[in-house]
């Protein structure tokens, strides 16, 4: 089996020389000299050398032991790893890969794990091979995406990806892992996939959805490796028992820091079974809060030790995806890649350097992005001409009709519950007191028309609607709204700007973020991107939403590989059982509504409870 990028690895002449730099034989080309050098393997701290020739470490000594061509004096800083994220879907970073780069290196993240579903469901194999290059420093590693669309009965997607390409590029050394899957498809093809990845010594991204009991363990049987959606100690704890590493996710959605390491005695033992992601983290928060460097900055505000917060996101993710042979410690052989900190808790380097050149300083890149986009990247939303406001009409009967609908909980996780809507000249309508809205998912790749609806609870809009080109994982537009002619009228701004996010408010536009790029990136510098994002979130503020990043949690609240329910183009899905689902529940033959909530214990089913007795 080829070790993984072996292009990464020392040429022939390049391990000659760096054999003689470590032996005195020959001057090195750079020295960072006498900083606290930490040594992941030990946890240890020591005032070192840090000696490179080329783009490789030659070695680590002693202060002063030997000579370069350019020396770095670094004493009173430490000397650190670059920061490694575990699991990242960059197109949610609204970033092309080296915007992404000018954005993330000079805050000390230089290397991501990348599963590109987005644009793989866009442009297909293609589209995952450009989410993987990029000219600059930053070092992308590919978790090649399983599925492409996720389900073939439940939605229609766009780009289809043959099960063949995915088995063959496991074989392939630019793979790390096997991307993350549904946990609710037990069929004999995911099977297959999870086989094939393991008998290529690949490791298997989870997504387990925060399922528990059987539906926890039937996932992992199949050799999942990780998972980044544990979102409490408990829940991290029993999946570290289980042998998954979890990769603690600080996304724009939901940040585990707090929850999962705020308990420190009840996660210490599994310290060393865990590292950092950001998933999902668009270019406002990755700017304004931080990358791995948040993770690292907020681990040791809660208590974690230095030297572990900073092994959680370089050394401890490099060993367990098998990359530890290039990246992840200060040792000979490897990348020289490293960081200069004047402050292990404020994590803010003033020097980065990648495979052995300065590449950022003070917080500021060194470096342009010159990547090329490809025109076919371009013009990719091909939306229906007409978009009727009629079509997202939910029938209904009587004065009364009872729907299952969903509530946003701890970012884009979805509960389901019941409730009674009113119903007027034949079609059920929202309740916006109780921040019922309606919900669509509009194909956005055929040009037919296609949508299905369903109901949602938990953004606050009062009027207006909002929309993306980005709903996970079949990137079709997805909208909330609180009428179907503003959900209509954002669907239209959308196809006029190639993609993107909008707010309306009647057939006003009252904030864009154009994402020409596979609609689902920006072609501009990431500030002009992240500027654009916070004004829309103060427009969105302005209609009444109170949910923090509504355009990342819009892209996943149709999502049909997170509990209770899901909305596709073809319709409403119950995801456990991962079929399609009544959205108005008939009644019993006795006259009476039978409980379909998968549980019944929290508020909103006291809310829908108390809307059926007022009823009543």
């Known amino acids: 089996m080829t070790a993984l990028r072996p292009e990464l690895l020392p040429t022939l002449d390049e391990l000659g020389r ?24 030990t946890g240890e701290f020591l005032p070192r050398d840090v000696v490179i020739a080329g783009r490789h470490i030659a070695a680590v000594t002693p202060v002063g032991r030997l000579e370069a061509t350019t020396v770095v004096e670094a004493a009173g800083r430490s000397v650190v790893p670059t920061f490694i994220d575990a699991h990242l879907h960059i197109e949610y ?121 059987e539906s926890l363990w039937g996932y992992l049987a199949a050799g999942i490796s990780d998972d980044h959606n544990a979102a409490t100690a408990a829940e991290a704890m029993e999946r570290v028992r289980l042998g998954a590493m979890i990769t603690i996710m600080s996304s724009s959605m939901n940040d585990n820091i707090g929850p999962i390491l705020g308990e420190l005695e009840a996660v210490r033992a599994g310290l060393g079974h865990m590292c950092f992601c950001a998933d999902d983290k668009h270019a406002l928060d990755l700017a304004g809060e931080g990358h791995i460097d948040h993770s690292v900055r907020a681990a040791i505000a809660v208590g974690v030790e230095p030297a572990q917060a900073y092994r ?17 410690s200060i040792a000979p052989g490897r990348l020289a890649d490293l960081q200069l900190i004047p402050d292990l808790a404020e994590v803010r380097p003033d020097l980065v350097i990648v495979g052995g050149q300065v590449v950022a300083r003070d917080g500021r890149a060194d470096f342009e992005n010159h990547d090329p986009v490809p025109e076919w990247t371009r013009d990719t939303l091909v939306v229906a001409d007409d978009i009727d406001p009629d079509a997202l009409r ?64 938990g953004f606050g809009l009062t009027r207006g609607a ?17 009428s179907d002619e503003e959900i209509a009228a954002a669907v239209r701004a959308l196809r006029e700007r190639g993609g993107g996010f909008v707010a309306v408010e009647g057939d006003t536009v009252l904030a864009a973020v154009p994402l020409p790029v596979g609609g689902l990136m920006s072609d501009e510098p990431w500030e002009s991107t992240a500027a654009r994002l916070a004004d829309a979130h103060a427009a969105v503020a302005e209609l009444g939403c109170t949910i923090r990043s509504p355009f990342m949690i819009l892209s996943f609240a149709a999502f049909i590989g997170v509990p209770d329910f899901g909305v596709s183009e073809r319709g409403f899905v119950d995801v456990a059982a991962q079929e399609f689902a009544p959205l108005v529940i008939p009644q019993e033959t006795d006259g009476r509504f039978a409980c379909r909530c998968v549980t019944h214990d929290h508020a909103v089913h006291r809310l829908a409870d108390r809307i059926e007795s007022e009823r009543r």
């Open 18 to 41: 760096l054999r003689a730099v470590a032996a005195g034989r020959e001057p090195a080309d750079l020295i960072v000299r006498g900083g606290n050098v930490l040594h992941v393997q």
């Open 93 to 213: 970073t609204m970033l092309t890969p080296g915007e992404l780069a000018r954005l993330s290196i000079p805050r000390g993240t230089t290397t991501v794990l990348t599963d590109a579903d987005c644009l793989a469901n866009v442009s297909g194999m293609r589209g995952i091979e450009y989410m993987g290059q990029t000219g600059t420093p930053l070092r992308i590693f590919d978790q090649v995406t399983p599925q492409t669309p996720i389900s073939r009965t439940l939605e229609r997607g766009g780009a289809v990806i043959d099960d063949a390409e995915v088995l063959a590029t496991l074989a392939e050394p630019t793979t790390v892992t096997l991307g993350e899957s549904n946990p609710f498809d037990y069929s004999r093809e995911a099977d297959n996939r999870f086989r094939t990845a393991l008998v290529n010594g690949k490791r298997i991204t989870g997504h387990t959805a925060r399922q528990f009991d």
């Open 312 to 328: 959680m996101a370089s050394w401890q993710p490099a060993a367990y995806y098998r990359l530890d042979h290039l990246i992840g």
């Open 394 to 457: 939910v029938a209904g009967t009587g004065e009364v009709e009872r729907v299952q609908a969903v509530e946003m909980y701890d970012g884009y996780f979805k509960r389901g519950f019941h409730i009674d809507l009113p119903v007027r000249d034949g079609a059920v309508q929202l309740d916006l007191g109780n921040d019922v809205l309606k919900m669509a998912v509009i194909d956005r790749h055929w040009g037919d028309g296609m949508c299905g609806v369903g109901f949602v609870r």
């Open 466 to 482: 909002i929309a993306a080109s980005t709903n996970c994982t079949n990137m079709n537009i997805v909208a909330v709204g609180c």
